[in-house]
């Protein structure tokens, strides 16, 4: 399955969206360009825990279709997401969130070495905002069946739990030493919860 676009209609699409598109396509780009030693410098280390290693690995990820599978769902869900919450605090709420998903990963695992990389926070983050507001929503979404391709309207859901099939795929397609990193769906789902938590906030949910 493959989501092409959220049933919820918006007025416009923040600058913001474009912005966190571009700094992923970006970050790939560099990644082509520097090599694996460069990403493994810019990641995480659970041992070494600091909240400025956090942010500067935003913009990367582990292989170039993790890079397309964080690309497509912010593309889809990123434009209602600053629909239903103000641009500005959103944004610095999902950076704080990143930063607190990765250090409650490092307190599970503060001894690992393994680099580990903050997008997949980052994005969970967003979703579980937006799950919280619509995720009985349906989004239009391309299937390809044996000998067929339709495109069919399916629950958020349902793209929820396919995205975490996504994660599982870059995870098999994952090089040392970021495959060496300990309970790699802990990230994602930890920013997910407290993306979830946020929207639960009362006054969080201004709309633009």
């Known amino acids: ?32 360009i520097k090599g694996p030693a460069f990403i493994e410098s810019v990641a995480v280390i659970p041992s070494a825990f600091s909240p400025l290693d956090v942010v500067r690995a935003i913009p990367f990820h582990e292989s170039f279709f993790s890079t397309l599978a964080s690309m497509l769902y912010f593309w889809v869900f990123g434009p209602a997401i600053f629909e239903f919450f ?34 997949d926070a980052f994005l969970g983050f967003y979703l579980g905002a937006f799950m919280r ?37 870059g995870n098999l397609i994952m090089d040392p030493p970021f495959s060496d990193a300990p309970m790699l769906y802990l990230i994602p789902l930890v920013g997910f919860l407290v993306g979830f938590a946020y929207a639960s906030i009362p006054k969080t949910s201004v709309q633009l």
Do not use: C, E, N
Request: proline residues 5%; positive net charge.
């Open 1 to 32: 399955m493959i989501p092409l676009r959220s049933s919820h209609t918006v007025s416009r699409i923040h600058p913001v969206v474009f912005g966190i598109l571009g700094l992923w396509l970006v970050g790939q780009i560099i990644s082509w």
């Open 86 to 119: 103000k641009g500005t605090w959103i944004t610095i709420a999902s950076i704080g969130a990143t930063v607190l998903t990765l250090w409650l990963f490092s307190l599970v695992h503060a001894s690992a070495g393994a680099p580990v990389l903050s997008s």
């Open 133 to 169: 507001k619509d995720i009985w929503g349906t989004v239009d979404t391309l299937v390809v069946g044996p000998f067929w391709i339709k495109v069919f309207s399916v629950p958020s859901y349902v793209l929820l739990f396919f995205w975490f099939f996504y994660l599982l795929i």
